[in-house]
């Protein structure tokens, strides 16, 4: 009776190229052709291999898999190109930023209130009445 080794149960990264371009069609119920196309256009870049295989990810495939969906929709390639570089950004700019991070760690309940010039204090309130 022989042993098996144990497991590995490292997931791959999801950026890893894990599939081969036969794979990655099958997995989007595309022709091989298509996803050298979504290539050819700058949709997709997966890695290579240094014998040239395409290898693509599991954030490859995701990305294919919405190009394939928006191509579905009717938009050009173009098109396809446009509203991912837009959801590319909205990503970009809707990840929380970690130059702020020091800054919030330090501010709590005993930080100070600024004032409207930067400075500790609380701001002043108008001096006039209600309107």
Do not use: C, F
Request: aromatic share 2%; no cysteine; glycine share 10%.
């Amino acid at each position: 009776m022989t042993t098996r080794p144990p497991a590995d149960n490292h997931a791959p990264d999801p950026d890893e190229g894990v599939y081969v371009i036969s794979v990655a069609a099958e997995l989007l119920g595309v022709h091989p052709q298509t996803l050298r196309g979504y290539e050819r256009q700058g949709l997709l870049n997966p890695t290579r291999t240094s014998g040239g295989t395409r290898l693509y990810s599991r954030a490859d495939v995701t990305r294919a898999k919405r190009v394939v969906e928006l191509s579905n929709e009717g938009l050009t390639l173009t098109g396809i190109a446009r509203v991912l570089a837009l959801e590319d950004r909205i990503a970009r700019l809707t990840k929380p930023s970690t130059a702020l991070v020091p800054t919030n760690r330090r501010s709590g309940p005993s930080s100070q209130t600024l004032n409207a010039r930067g400075r500790p204090g609380a701001t002043p309130r108008s001096r006039r009445g209600p309107r």
